[in-house]
């Protein structure tokens, strides 16, 4: 379903605004999560997308979260630091997560300064299903267009 979504999205970036698709949609990867309550547990799934120069659609990647964690966390765009930091640190589970969470962002903004920095959003989901905005950062808008954000109640 995400991909079909996509697509459409692509097909009309690409067709009416052919400038804005070379420059922020074509061969870059995009990523869609779903967060939910599943068999009464957490659950994230991570689609990654990609649009060619062609507009086809290629998956990157799928990837489900088994609740082997009582918390569970993803971070969207680069995570090449942070998933080489809780390998090498087998007890971040104890850590304060939104501590935590906060430090491995700033591992790959200090990583890759040129594409990486502020605003970052902070969102927390809890085993009810009730969403928190920890820090709305890029997702602050002023508007309501019917976002999921604002359908969560933002």
């Not at 979260?65 to 971070?75: D, I, K």
């Not at 935590?100 to 299903?129: C, M, N, Y």
């Amino acid at each position: 379903m995400s991909r079909q979504f996509f697509q459409r999205a692509v097909a009309a970036i690409r067709e009416g605004r052919p400038a804005d698709f070379s420059k922020t949609i074509a061969n870059k990867p995009t990523e869609v999560v779903f967060a939910g309550i599943q068999n009464e547990n957490l659950a994230l799934v991570v689609r990654g997308l990609v649009a060619d120069w062609s507009g086809k659609i290629h998956i990157e990647r799928f990837e489900s979260t088994a609740p082997r964690y009582p918390r569970l966390g993803y971070f969207i765009g680069l995570n090449g630091h942070i998933r080489s930091y809780l390998r090498t640190h087998p007890n971040w589970i104890r850590d304060d997560y939104r501590e935590l969470a906060r430090r491995l962002v700033q591992l790959e903004i200090e990583a890759h300064p040129d594409i990486a920095g502020p605003p970052t959003s902070e969102l927390q989901i809890e085993k009810d299903g009730e969403v928190h905005w920890l820090d709305k950062g890029a997702c602050d808008s002023a508007r309501s267009i019917g976002t999921t954000g604002e359908i969560m109640g933002n």
